[in-house]
């Protein structure tokens, strides 16, 4: 589809939930994919939807923008572009909370390549790879937002960043305010980082993705990713 905002789905209300969608190649100024920015938009779950090739060609957000407290959960984010302005994925503000979701081969001109937060958030086993900001400076993988009205501060578990580049070089986290990482892994430190709190991260040069190449970032037998998560309440029985 090719629209003002929201090409593909606009979400008015408190409480939606998308479960099971496909969302690909739509386009539009802003918000190509999904709009779900109003005031009355609330405590939206996104659970095992993809997201492929969707494009903001004027403003933010090659997916789009989704406020309240929402949850993003076994989701696929591969490929969304921002041409001219905001993240290449998608932006979430205050409460919100991503678990177990891909982020890859996002592509923006300003930053973050990959994803923008406001507020306080969480990142739960999520792998940000081959993110891009084709402009350099800034962030390829995932970054606070700069109200200064609010305190943008991420707390992130099990999290991996893997060849997030801007303008070429590595380029993963940033956030104005501290924020705490649990068990993640880079390569190398990631980096404009001042964590709060930070305990058994650390640093890979090989992941050993099944096959990076063909965007399969589960790790691998041999991978040095094995084991060295933090165990979360809802991996019971998954």
Same mark, same amino acid.
């Given at each position: 589809?090719?629209?003002? +905002?929201?090409?593909?789905?606009r979400l008015t209300g408190d409480g939606n939930t998308l479960l099971n969608c496909?969302?690909?190649?739509?386009?539009?100024?802003?918000?190509?994919?999904?709009?779900?920015?109003?005031? /009355?938009?609330?405590?939206?779950?996104?659970?095992? &939807?993809?997201?492929?090739?969707?494009?903001?060609?004027?403003g933010g957000y090659g997916v789009g923008e989704i406020k309240g407290s929402t949850?993003?959960?076994?989701?696929?984010?591969?490929?969304?572009?921002?041409?001219?302005?905001?993240?290449? /994925?998608?932006?979430?503000?205050?409460?919100? !909370?991503?678990?177990?979701?891909?982020? &890859?081969?996002?592509?923006?001109?300003?930053?973050?390549?990959?994803? *923008?937060?406001?507020? =306080?958030?969480?990142?739960?086993?999520? $792998?940000?790879?081959? #993110? =891009?900001?084709? $402009?350099?400076g800034g962030i390829a993988g995932l970054c606070g937002g700069t109200k200064a =009205? $609010?305190? #943008?501060?991420?707390?992130?578990? #099990?999290?991996?960043? &893997?060849?997030? *580049?801007?303008?070429?070089? !590595?380029?993963?986290?940033?956030?104005?305010?501290?924020?705490?990482?649990?068990? &993640? /892994?880079?390569?190398? *430190?990631?980096?404009?980082?001042?964590?709060?709190?930070?305990?058994?991260?650390?640093?890979?040069?090989?992941?050993?993705?099944?096959?990076?190449?063909?965007?399969?970032? !589960?790790?691998?037998? *041999?991978?040095?990713?094995?084991?060295?998560?933090?165990?979360?309440?809802? +991996?019971?029985?998954?």
């Open positions: 589809d090719v629209y003002a +905002m929201g090409a593909g789905l496909v969302f690909t190649n739509n386009v539009g100024p802003q918000m190509a994919a999904l709009m779900a920015n109003g005031d /009355a938009v609330n405590n939206t779950t996104i659970s095992n &939807c993809v997201f492929v090739g969707n494009q903001a060609t004027i949850t993003i959960v076994d989701c696929e984010f591969r490929n969304n572009t921002a041409v001219n302005g905001g993240s290449g /994925a998608f932006c979430i503000y205050g409460g919100s !909370r991503v678990v177990n979701t891909l982020v &890859c081969g996002s592509v923006a001109k300003s930053e973050p390549g990959a994803v *923008k937060f406001y507020d =306080t958030c969480t990142f739960e086993n999520v $792998t940000f790879a081959n #993110n =891009t900001k084709t $402009t350099s =009205t $609010t305190i #943008n501060k991420a707390t992130l578990f #099990n999290c991996v960043f &893997c060849e997030n *580049k801007a303008n070429g070089s !590595r380029s993963d986290f940033y956030s104005a305010q501290n924020s705490d990482f649990f068990n &993640c /892994a880079a390569q190398g *430190k990631p980096n404009s980082v001042s964590a709060d709190s930070a305990a058994n991260n650390f640093a890979v040069t090989d992941f050993k993705f099944v096959d990076a190449a063909n965007g399969d970032y !589960r790790p691998a037998q *041999k991978s040095p990713l094995i084991d060295k998560g933090q165990n979360l309440d809802w +991996m019971v029985g998954a």
